[in-house]
């Protein structure tokens, strides 16, 4: 028989990032707190705040759940912040959730994650539907399944065709921490998303089709950064993911099939912008591709354009709907936890 003492269930390691965090960190440390799963230490980073973010991280320093803190004596990177709070992961942790200062989890998120990552030595990331802006999102994967093949999780997520996915909310099995200062050394801006893709491929993806984790959105936030129309440098990116991990997904024919794919989304991209009097970010893209030796001919553009049709029908196949609406003070009460997936937030059709 399984011991299901504390004593026996392995230890996790929420990670909290934060820079001026005063705003939500109430919140997001409150959330910890209230996990229903009780083997857990919480590790804050905080990069050298000038708002209240120490004293709200001094009120829970006598809660339930333990805090490793550190404080930075200057600001670094948002990236290097991430990396030096992996880094803080004490080693006798087995699992790692990271949990951004301005985001929430369901109390039971934690011992859901830990139930499905456990029921499969090869499950390397886990990951569940998003309550984005106030709406369920979630991802084009079955829901009579919950464990998927990394590569073929890997895939869609490079492809996109994945729908949706709130990557900055990975929780990962922890193999220690030699390898933990390489962790989002993957991608300058979607260091979280190539994370993902990297664990994928190294076994297993678990999806719990359940709204477990509440994105918020605003001007600071790390989503927005990432998704934000401006983000020159995070588009381009994603070229460059798709060249660092094609490989582990397809043979050779369809991995260059698929970058062409992605070369062409991005000459179409060029193309609106300009349309929409955005010249200096169509040539923006161009001059990416370009320093990629991948910069267009007459050629490229006419199958770029004649394409364009079959991808947006294509998108229309995976896109699912969003919904339904779930605000904070709903996704964090107690009739919610008990009414379970099904009632609480059923798929629009």
Same mark, same amino acid.
């Given at each position: 028989?399984?011991? #299901?003492?504390?004593?026996?269930?392995?230890?996790?390691?929420?990670?909290?990032?934060?820079?001026?965090?005063?705003?939500?960190?109430?919140?997001?440390?409150?959330?910890?707190?209230?996990?229903?799963?009780?083997?857990?230490?919480?590790?804050?980073?905080?990069?050298?705040?000038?708002?209240?973010?120490?004293?709200?991280?001094?009120?829970?320093?006598?809660?339930?759940?333990?805090?490793?803190?550190?404080?930075?004596?200057?600001?670094?990177?948002?990236?290097?912040?991430?990396?030096?709070?992996?880094?803080?992961?004490?080693?006798?942790?087995?699992?790692?959730?990271?949990?951004?200062?301005?985001?929430?989890?369901?109390?039971?998120?934690?011992?859901?994650?830990?139930?499905?990552?456990?029921?499969?030595?090869?499950?390397?990331?886990?990951? #569940?539907?998003?309550?984005?802006?106030?709406?369920?999102?979630?991802?084009?994967?079955?829901?009579?399944?919950?464990?998927?093949?990394?590569?073929?999780?890997?895939?869609?997520?490079?492809?996109?065709?994945?729908?949706?996915?709130?990557?900055?909310?990975?929780?990962?099995?922890?193999?220690?921490?030699?390898?933990?200062?390489?962790?989002?050394?993957?991608?300058?801006?979607?260091?979280?998303?190539?994370?993902?893709?990297?664990?994928?491929?190294?076994?297993?993806?678990?999806?719990?089709?359940?709204?477990?984790?509440?994105?918020?959105?605003?001007?600071?936030?790390?989503?927005?950064?990432?998704?934000?129309?401006?983000?020159?440098?995070?588009?381009?990116?994603?070229?460059?993911?798709?060249?660092?991990?094609?490989?582990?997904?397809?043979?050779?024919?369809?991995?260059?099939?698929?970058?062409?794919?992605?070369?062409?989304?991005?000459?179409?991209?060029?193309?609106?912008?300009?349309?929409?009097?955005?010249?200096?970010?169509?040539?923006?893209?161009?001059?990416?591709?370009?320093?990629?030796?991948?910069?267009?001919?007459?050629?490229?553009?006419?199958?770029?354009?004649?394409?364009?049709?079959?991808?947006?029908?294509?998108?229309?196949?995976?896109?699912?709907?969003?919904?339904?609406?779930?605000?904070?003070?709903?996704? #964090?009460?107690?009739?919610?936890?008990?009414?379970?997936?099904?009632?609480? #937030?059923?798929?629009?059709?």
């Amino acid at each position: 028989m399984k011991d #299901c003492s504390a004593s026996a269930r392995p230890l996790v390691a929420v990670v909290t990032p934060v820079y001026n965090g005063g705003t939500y960190l109430e919140a997001t440390m409150r959330c910890v707190q209230q996990q229903t799963y009780d083997k857990l230490i919480h590790v804050i980073v905080d990069n050298c705040s000038s708002d209240s973010t120490p004293e709200i991280i001094d009120r829970y320093r006598s809660q339930r759940v333990e805090l490793l803190t550190i404080r930075n004596d200057r600001l670094l990177p948002l990236r290097e912040n991430w990396t030096k709070a992996f880094c803080a992961v004490p080693a006798e942790a087995s699992y790692v959730k990271i949990l951004c200062a301005d985001d929430l989890m369901r109390r039971d998120c934690i011992a859901r994650f830990v139930e499905i990552a456990q029921s499969d030595e090869k499950i390397e990331v886990v990951l #569940c539907d998003d309550v984005f802006i106030d709406k369920v999102h979630r991802a084009n994967l079955p829901l009579n399944q919950t464990v998927f093949d990394g590569t073929e999780a890997a895939r869609k997520i490079l492809d996109e065709s994945i729908n949706w996915l709130p990557y900055h909310h990975l929780f990962v099995r922890y193999h220690g921490g030699a390898q933990s200062a390489e962790f989002f050394n993957d991608a300058p801006v979607h260091f979280d998303f190539a994370a993902v893709v990297r664990r994928s491929l190294r076994g297993k993806f678990a999806y719990l089709h359940d709204p477990l984790v509440y994105t918020r959105w605003h001007a600071n936030s790390l989503t927005s950064q990432q998704l934000g129309a401006d983000q020159l440098e995070g588009i381009l990116e994603r070229f460059d993911i798709i060249c660092a991990f094609g490989g582990q997904c397809w043979d050779e024919s369809a991995f260059r099939l698929q970058k062409e794919r992605m070369r062409a989304r991005l000459m179409r991209l060029a193309i609106k912008w300009a349309v929409k009097g955005r010249p200096d970010a169509a040539r923006g893209v161009l001059r990416g591709l370009k320093e990629r030796q991948v910069g267009p001919n007459a050629a490229d553009w006419s199958r770029s354009i004649i394409g364009w049709i079959p991808y947006e029908r294509w998108k229309r196949s995976w896109r699912l709907p969003t919904g339904p609406e779930i605000d904070e003070a709903k996704f #964090c009460s107690e009739s919610f936890l008990k009414q379970g997936p099904e009632k609480a #937030c059923p798929a629009p059709v």
